[in-house]
């Protein structure tokens, strides 16, 4: 299970900081580190030092939540990019020429 974590953890956190503002340069493997365990307590609800299979979902449904920005129940390139677009005008609907 902890090898699990160890891989899906840093790879959430990359993920999430990506997503959120793009660094110009890469991470120390200390800040890296520092990363990971600011997100282990986030994800830790019954601060026990773990992250269980229950608390590891909840947090990346909420993190879905939040950058689907649209709430269209998927995420696209923009929403995953972290840019707000405006929604697609459909020819012949409300706003069309």
Same mark, same amino acid.
């Given at each position: 299970?902890?090898?699990?974590?160890?891989?899906?953890?840093?790879?959430?956190?990359?993920?999430?900081?990506?997503?959120?503002?793009?660094?110009?340069?890469?991470?120390?493997?200390?800040?890296?580190? &520092? @990363?990971?365990?600011? !997100?282990?307590?986030?994800?830790? =609800?019954?601060?026990? /030092?773990?992250? #269980? *299979?229950?608390?590891?979902?909840?947090?990346?449904?909420?993190?879905?939540?939040?950058?689907?920005?649209?709430?269209?129940?998927?995420?696209?390139? &923009? @929403?995953?990019?972290? !840019?707000?677009?405006?929604?697609? =005008?459909?020819?012949? /609907?409300?706003? #069309? *020429?």
């Amino acid at each position: 299970m902890f090898r699990k974590l160890a891989v899906i953890v840093p790879f959430v956190a990359l993920m999430a900081t990506a997503c959120v503002a793009p660094q110009s340069t890469t991470p120390t493997h200390q800040e890296a580190e &520092n @990363e990971v365990k600011q !997100l282990l307590l986030l994800m830790d =609800r019954d601060q026990n /030092g773990k992250v #269980s *299979r229950a608390e590891f979902m909840s947090f990346m449904n909420a993190e879905f939540d939040r950058l689907d920005i649209n709430h269209d129940g998927e995420l696209d390139v &923009n @929403e995953l990019a972290g !840019l707000r677009v405006m929604p697609q =005008r459909h020819p012949g /609907g409300p706003g #069309s *020429r």
